[in-house]
């Protein structure tokens, strides 16, 4: 008698069968659908599994970005859509992504030379 079918194709199959492809689409979807939902940690949890499965997949860079950014992350925001222009420079978000990270880097708190220095510079009076 032959094996009830088990195809990578039901919903909630593990990802053992799949190939490596078909669960970067999948975090890669799935995360997509968690952005358009403003569900911003499961979508930074899919993208990441995505982006740790190829790191130069443009759609799971981006994702990671744009969740990353939503959760004030903007140290990581940042880095990731530097990546993703560097992968992707006209791609279709492009334009999306140059002004997301002119307002990542904006948002980033900076920390000057000066102010994390100065108290080992001024010893107090003996």
Known sequence: MP???????????????????????????????YLDKKNWKAAQARFTAAFGLDS????????????????????????????????????PHHREARKALDEVEAARPSVSISSKTAGSETMPPK
Do not use: C, M
């Open 3 to 33: 094996a009830p079918d088990e195809s990578d194709e039901r919903p909630g199959k593990s990802t053992k069968n799949k190939t490596r492809e078909q669960v970067i689409k999948e975090d890669v979807d799935v995360g997509g659908f």
């Open 56 to 91: 130069e997949d443009p759609d799971a860079v981006w994702g990671l970005a744009e969740a990353e950014r939503h959760l004030q992350l903007y140290k990581e925001a940042a880095e990731h859509y530097k990546l993703f222009l560097s992968y992707d420079p006209d791609g």
